[in-house]
Structure formats: structure tokens, C-alpha cells
């Protein structure tokens, strides 16, 4: 039996791709900098931004130093235009996800959240519409552990009081979220509504796993 539904944030409840796109190569151009230049300095910070060791506006100050181009008010503005445009994807969701949240609360289904994110995108999932859906919320930039290590979804299940074999997962398929959770005995289910074929970036279908084409489609898996 199904106690507990646990999610992944982006791309199976908000998604990068109906908003406007804030990564590196925005960023650097925001900046001023050569993307290349950027992203060497940029990229090499993702583990330690995931995971609490560095802040995003400290990992911003440095790449800024690096490059000439840091002032106050240029960090400020990156980091403003940053936390604006996570925010916009809350506003951009799927139709069916707080529907789909409100059933499973209906049905007494508990609900966890684990997600691989920045300090400021921890701030922005804690004020969000969606935050008080979940019974349990581990947040890789708090936890200082991420995706596919399964200590973050031990975790998980544990706050949540229930097993692994009574948990349903439903992620996009990153970080090999999948599998994960797979691995712990739990039922992996890919959310696959937000994918769209043309951008790469997006985790391909997975047809290993349960394929959920929209989000009320969870309902039906908790038995």
C-alpha cells in the first residue's frame, strides 16, 4: 500500500522551460564576461553550491573578481534577477500539480519533496505556493548531500514516518533519481509531462519506469 508520495521539484512540479532561462549563459551575459571564461569558474562550484558549502552570490562575487567585472551593484542585480525568475516558475506550473497535490491530501497520501538546489533556490521553494503540500521537504542545499545518494532519501523517508516499500518516487529522471529510489525499494514513476523533445537539457523518457503523461495520471499509482 502507497503511504507516501515523494516528488522531485524541477521539471516533474515547476519547470525551467515556460519562463524565461537565468543560467550560465545569461548570467555571463548579464556579467559581461565571456560564457567560456564563466563557465570555468561557474561550473566547477555546482557540487558546492548543491550542497551548502557555498553560497550562489558568493559563488557569484568570486566569478566576478576573477573576471574584473565584480561590483556591488552588478551581484545585486544578477542576484535579484535570479531569485525573480525561480519565483516565475511557481506562477508556470502544469495545471493539474496543486490539484494533484490537493488529492493525495484528500486521500490522507503523505507527501515528500527532494530536491537537488542552490541557497537561493532554497529560499524560493520555502516561500512558494506548493510548500505547505509537503509533510517532509529534504532540500540538498540544507541536507549537504544530493541526488543519487540515497542518505538524502533515507531521510526523507524517515521524516515521513513510513518505509521504503510504501512510498511512491516521481521525478523527471535526473541525477538518476530514478534508479535511486529503484535501489531503496520504493515504486519510481517518471513525470514526463513538462518534457518536450526539442530541448536537451530535459531528461529523455526513461521506459524503464511507469510513465506519467499529467499529474492527476499520480493518482492512479497509489493504489
Known amino acids: ?9 524541477y521539471e516533474t512540479l515547476v519547470t525551467h522551460y515556460e519562463s524565461p532561462l537565468y543560467f550560465s549563459e545569461q548570467i555571463a551575459e548579464d556579467a559581461g564576461i565571456p560564457v567560456e571564461d564563466f563557465r570555468s569558474i561557474w561550473c566547477p562550484t555546482e ?8 553560497t550562489l552570490d ?8 576573477e573576471n574584473g567585472r565584480y561590483s556591488k551593484k552588478l551581484l545585486d542585480q544578477i542576484m535579484k534577477k535570479r531569485i525573480r525568475i525561480k519565483q516565475e516558475l511557481f506562477r508556470r506550473m502544469h495545471p493539474e500539480i496543486i490539484p494533484m497535490l490537493s488529492r493525495l491530501k484528500e486521500k490522507g497520501v503523505l507527501i515528500g519533496l527532494i530536491s537537488n538546489c ?16 509537503f509533510d517532509a521537504v529534504c532540500l540538498s542545499y540544507e541536507q549537504g548531500v544530493q541526488k543519487p545518494d540515497r542518505e538524502i532519501f533515507d531521510r526523507c523517508i524517515e521524516l515521513l514516518s513510513v ?11 535526473g541525477s538518476r533519481e530514478l534508479e535511486a529510489a529503484r535501489e531503496l525499494g520504493m515504486k519510481a514513476v517518471q513525470a514526463v509531462w513538462y ?29
Not at 557540487?47 to 557555498?54: E, L, N, V, W
Not at 558568493?58 to 573578481?65: C, D, N, S
Not at 518505509?163 to 529522471?173: F, K, M, N, P, R
Not at 523518457?205 to 492512479?220: S, W
Open 1 to 9: 500500500m502507497i503511504r507516501a508520495v515523494i516528488f522531485d521539484m
Open 47 to 54: 557540487d558546492a553550491r548543491s550542497t551548502g558549502k557555498i
Open 58 to 65: 558568493r559563488a557569484l562575487e568570486i566569478v566576478l573578481r
Open 118 to 133: 542552490f541557497s537561493e533556490e532554497a529560499k524560493v521553494i520555502r516561500e512558494s505556493i506548493l510548500f505547505s503540500y
Open 163 to 173: 518505509s521504503a516499500d510504501e512510498c511512491l518516487y516521481v521525478g523527471d529522471g
Open 195 to 223: 518534457l518536450k523533445e526539442h530541448i536537451p537539457f530535459q531528461s529523455p523518457r526513461n521506459l524503464e519506469f511507469i510513465q506519467a503523461e499529467a499529474p492527476l495520471d499520480i493518482i492512479n499509482f497509489i493504489g
